[in-house]
């Protein structure tokens, strides 16, 4: 089975604050992808990242950043410089890749306030 | 790309009702995905197609809950009877599972049984 644990509920933060959220996941595939969602309060569901199993290179993109790290199951996700715009609830995701678990199975997610 | 359709946005409907939500995924995409976000169970997925064969059906509630996808561009989502605690916002997602495991979100259906 499938699991995701984002520990963190709440996270409230000071504009220009860095934050980190992070994310753990259990799964028995040996290939697998992970990815992080943004839901801002419209209440979409805004992709932001996928990384697979095989790719351990962290990656950045302008203020976000993720470090994906197969020893300890964690793909924690930073926000540099954080921004009221980034107030949002974030989600992490895994799916693997054949089968029941084809699925994506999501965390409880974080919510995360930028205060001006 | 019109993204993922879903309709309707917002839904009230009486106890007892039927409810049905429909889904048009992404043209060419060969899995749809039907998940439900509550605030007490997060976002939890109720079914998911592929090539319009149910796969995965686990996560249905009950048989008050029934999904078809009678073609690779329509799915719906059906409750009957609806009761108050199936309230809740539901999300299509699609996804083309052989390429790239891309999912992409429609923007969800409000459901309110009162």
């Known amino acids: 089975a499938q699991k995701v644990t984002q520990a963190q509920t709440e996270i409230s933060v000071v504009e220009k604050e860095d934050v980190t959220l992070d994310c753990v996941y259990e799964?028995?595939?040996?290939?697998?992808?992970l990815f992080w969602y943004k839901q801002p309060p419209s209440g979409e569901l805004v992709f932001l990242i996928r990384?697979?199993?095989?790719?351990?290179q962290n990656e950045i993109s302008g203020r976000y950043s993720w470090n994906f790290q197969k020893s300890t199951s964690s793909f924690n996700f930073t926000i540099t410089a954080s921004q009221v715009v980034d107030s949002a609830v974030y989600f992490c995701?895994?799916?693997?890749?054949?089968?029941?678990?084809?699925?994506?199975?999501f965390g409880k997610g974080i919510t995360l306030s930028v205060r001006p | 790309d019109a993204g993922v359709i879903q309709s309707p946005r917002h839904e009230v409907t009486e106890m007892g009702q039927e409810v049905t939500l429909r889904c048009k995924p992404i043209?060419?995409?060969?899995?749809l995905f039907w998940y439900r976000q509550t605030m007490m169970r997060g976002l939890e997925l109720l079914i998911y197609?592929?090539?319009?064969?149910?796969?995965?059906d686990s996560g249905m509630p009950e048989d008050r809950f029934s999904a078809k996808m009678p073609n690779a561009s329509f799915s719906t989502l059906k409750i009957q009877p609806s009761e108050p605690r199936d309230s809740a916002v539901y999300f299509c997602?699609?996804?083309?599972?052989?390429?790239?495991?891309?999912?992409?979100f429609g923007s969800g259906t409000r459901l309110t049984v009162v």
């Open positions: 043209s060419g995409h060969n899995s």
């Open positions: 799964t028995r595939d040996t290939t697998y992808y």
């Open positions: 990384r697979n199993s095989f790719d351990e």
């Open positions: 197609f592929n090539n319009n064969v149910p796969i995965d």
């Open positions: 997602a699609s996804s083309l599972l052989s390429f790239n495991y891309g999912y992409t």
């Open positions: 995701a895994l799916s693997g890749l054949t089968g029941a678990n084809s699925k994506l199975t």
